[in-house]
């Protein structure tokens, strides 16, 4: 069964998504610009936001970094439609501690939370913190057990866990199940360990942006394999650049492309603090691209025809919600709500 197309965007928790020197958009992660960001998504029609998860700035230390979680619980106040969809690096949230905050928050938002399992690429926010860091496929056992502590917990099991990392004895979190049976779970990642984890006890896949024949692989690996309850459902960031025609498009990607070499500085810091064996960086190496999370790379740079036409393949292959990014980020995303969506025949108001 195919669901209704979904649009999503990435909140701006670390500032700008493609270049940090655009005149065009000067640098601005702060809770003041996020809330009135989420706001207007919630109203132009779009579906849901990603608040990523840093507790600092991973491109430079001397940036702001907006946090994700209490972050997330003013969103839920403040709005009324809009899912939030909020990261977590296992290795910094007991299970328990950050079951409950998820049931708070969805409590407040009246059933529309979302927690995203990413299990840590940024080497130096868990190091310096004191935690020792995994290496990359002990990063996902440690996420898998930690993932299996909260799920119950978010139903309001009674829950005894003794493994590896956790041990967990007799625990219950009160008040739950008031909107729906738990919040949602995405889970990143395109490791084995990664396709493994979704599909055994994750609601969607987030797939990073990466051409369509690549997209459509990734899918029929994952959907292929057995799994309990409901069909596995799939995400995919992306980095926008509609515009009237080809050429107006390819002229604002070379802009882009020309602020982002401006960022050599925080590329080798984000480098030297990546895991090498992390899959997104590889594949991310096979394109130029603006954007992070694949960016440019799922190819929606072009006329608006070609933005839509694109994005309708991406749908029919399995793609239900679209992660997006932008730059300038209001601008655009007020562009893609006026040209891309009517093209599609979504939801363009609230």
């Given at each position: 069964m195919q669901h209704p197309l979904r649009f999503g965007i990435w909140a701006l928790v670390h500032g700008n998504r493609a270049a940090l020197h655009d005149p065009e958009e000067p640098y601005d992660a702060s809770w003041e610009r996020n809330r009135?960001?989420?706001?207007?998504?919630?109203?132009?029609?779009?579906?849901?936001?990603?608040?990523?998860?840093?507790?600092?700035?991973?491109?430079?230390?001397?940036?702001?970094?907006?946090e994700a979680w209490t972050s997330?619980?003013?969103?839920?106040?403040?709005?009324s439609r809009i899912e939030i969809i909020t990261a977590i690096k296992p290795m910094l949230y007991h299970p328990v501690v950050l079951a409950k905050m998820a049931l708070q928050i969805e409590h407040i938002a009246r059933g529309r939370f979302a927690i995203n399992l990413v299990n840590a690429w940024n080497r130096a926010e868990i190091e310096k913190a004191g935690i020792p860091f995994l290496e990359h496929d002990e990063r996902y056992a440690y996420g898998r057990e930690w993932l299996s502590v909260v799920e119950p917990l978010m139903r309001g099991?009674?829950?005894?866990?003794?493994?590896?990392?956790?041990?967990?004895?007799?625990?219950?979190?009160?008040?739950?199940?008031?909107?729906?049976?738990?919040?949602?779970?995405?889970?990143?990642?395109?490791?084995?360990?990664a396709r493994q984890l979704v599909a055994d006890l994750g609601d969607v896949w987030f797939i990073n942006g990466q051409p369509f024949g690549d997209v459509a692989r990734l899918i029929a690996d994952v959907a292929r394999r057995p799994r309990p309850g409901a069909p596995l459902r799939f995400g995919l960031s992306a980095f926008v650049i509609a515009r009237p025609t080809e050429a107006e498009a390819q002229e604002e990607f070379q802009r882009l492309l020309a602020l982002a070499a401006l960022d050599a500085d925080a590329r080798v810091i984000q480098e030297r603090n990546t895991d090498a064996k992390v899959v997104m960086k590889q594949t991310m190496a096979k394109?130029?691209?603006?954007?992070?999370?694949?960016?440019?790379?799922?190819?929606?740079?072009?006329?608006?025809?070609?933005?839509?036409?694109r994005i309708r393949q991406f749908h029919q292959a399995g793609i239900e919600t679209l992660l997006l990014q932008f730059q300038p980020f209001e601008r655009e995303m007020r562009r893609f709500a006026a040209e891309i969506m009517p093209r599609l025949k979504v939801r363009v108001a609230a």
């Open positions: 009135k960001l989420i706001l207007e998504a919630e109203q132009l029609g779009y579906d849901c936001t990603l608040v990523a998860q840093h507790t600092a700035n991973p491109h430079r230390e001397d940036l702001d970094q907006l997330s619980a003013a969103l839920a106040a403040l709005t099991e009674r829950v005894t866990w003794k493994g590896k990392y956790f041990d967990v004895s007799d625990y219950i979190l009160r008040p739950h199940r008031t909107f729906r049976p738990r919040p949602r779970i995405y889970v990143g990642g395109e490791s084995e360990p394109f130029e691209k603006v954007g992070t999370n694949g960016g440019t790379a799922a190819g929606l740079v072009g006329d608006y025809d070609t933005v839509a036409k």
